[in-house]
């Protein structure tokens, strides 16, 4: 496995919410593994250079460090740190915070299938002065994996979905190739309750991704945090023309959608199932325009749809008249074939 671009810490966030990554150099990993991730929680209590650490506390706690190939790991982590400013023994701040993380990773033939990460906790900062406090204060509790190397054997799209806490949540993801290092997506977020869905095409090759989900905390305005606050990435990977969801609608009785569409002749291929006998007729779409119909519907018969655009989302729906003068729809949504 190759070093992360970036450092391991994370830093603590300002209090205008821009996220600042850092996260330190780590041993290289199992250098023949198709896939391969690091993985630790960790806190960060930080302020100004005008106040200290108290003596015995730990600014900068972490769990052990855990590289796998796939599986399932969890850690947690507890921060507990006090300030006090130099130059004012009454401008105290003490930092408190937990988080329980874990990190999923599943392939298939040695390719990565999906990446999860979540996590849920607290944090809080606590200053003598309040707003007045020279320390400006800032905590962090997160759940880090600083590298995740991986492969994928076919061309196809990687879905990053993103979701965040109301107060205080934090995440980053960052998938990048290997061999040039340019970004294929890069998502980060500091605020409020986020539900965000980004992705990008990758070749067969190299991987190297980081992903991040945390809590943060500062003075300005104050801010308290408790019980569990969860947030969480998932990476899918989807190969190129692959179905995005399952088949929805109740038309998907008498239709059976393929799991993806072709790329190499541009079809998507449907077939009747066995209870079209009790269609009437059916019509079909591709993103609203029609590309087929069928008024002798029979079980096993196919109906083919021609002339797929390669670089665009395909939503197939099936729109049919049953024998009893009622109606059903189906559909199902398929990644592009290219960028």
């Not at 090759?205 to 003075?219: C, H, K, P």
Request: net charge positive; proline share 4%.
């Amino acid at each position: 496995m190759r070093r992360s671009v970036t450092s391991r810490r994370v830093l603590a966030v300002s209090a205008c919410t821009t996220l600042t990554a850092a996260l330190a150099w780590l041993p290289a990993g199992p250098a023949n593994a198709a896939v391969s991730a690091q993985f630790q929680a960790v806190g960060q209590a930080s302020t100004s250079s005008s106040c200290t650490l108290d003596a015995g506390d730990d600014a900068s706690p972490e769990s052990t460090l855990s590289t796998f190939s796939g599986g399932t790991r969890k850690h947690n982590v507890s921060l507990d740190a006090g300030f006090t400013n130099t130059g004012d023994a009454t401008d105290t701040v003490n930092m408190v915070g937990n988080y329980s993380s874990t990190l999923k990773i599943a392939k298939k033939n040695g390719d990565l299938t999906s990446a999860t990460i979540s996590g849920k906790g607290s944090v809080s900062v606590d200053a003598a002065k309040g707003a007045a406090t020279a320390c400006e204060p800032q905590a962090l509790v997160a759940g880090v994996s600083p590298m995740i190397e991986f492969t994928e054997g076919r061309a196809g799209w990687l879905y990053v979905h993103r979701q965040t806490v109301p107060k205080a949540g934090l995440a980053l993801a960052v998938v990048a190739d290997a061999a040039t290092g340019n970004n294929v997506v890069l998502d980060a977020f500091q605020g409020n309750a986020s539900d965000s869905l980004s992705r990008g095409f990758v070749a067969p090759g190299t991987y190297q991704s980081e992903i991040i989900v945390g809590l943060s905390a500062g003075n300005l305005p104050p801010i308290f945090l408790k019980g569990a606050q969860k947030s969480s990435i998932a990476i899918q990977f989807y190969k190129a023309g692959s179905a995005l969801t399952s088949t929805q609608g109740s038309g998907k009785s008498y239709v059976e959608f393929p799991r993806s569409v072709s790329c190499g002749s541009h079809k998507a291929t449907l077939r009747w199932k066995p209870s079209a006998s009790k269609v009437a007729a059916g019509a079909f779409f591709v993103n609203g325009k029609k590309k087929a119909s069928d008024s002798t519907p029979r079980g096993g018969e196919k109906i083919v749809l021609k002339h797929l655009k390669a670089r665009a989302d395909v939503k197939i729906t099936a729109k049919l008249k049953l024998d009893n003068g009622g109606s059903a729809t189906a559909t199902r949504s398929y990644v592009p074939c290219k960028a």
